[in-house]
């Protein structure tokens, strides 16, 4: 089965890929899923990291900022 959103509405095109997500979805073997969702988590992780490093470096630069106008 081949999902195309071919001659659909813009509005439902959204839809249609929604359902035939799932419905590849539904054919995946549970070692292929576990794959997806294992890769899936470790991105949102390594996101976080990410925002957690930069808000890290914004902290450390108004922190800095914050001395050197003392210092005046």
Known sequence: ????????????????????????????????????TLSSIMKSKRKTDHLERTADVVRRENEFLFHQGRKH
């Open 1 to 36: 089965m081949a999902c195309a959103a071919v001659g659909v509405p813009g509005l439902f095109r959204g839809s249609v890929g929604a359902i035939c997500t799932q419905a590849a979805l539904l054919r995946l073997t549970p070692s292929a899923l576990r794959h997806l």
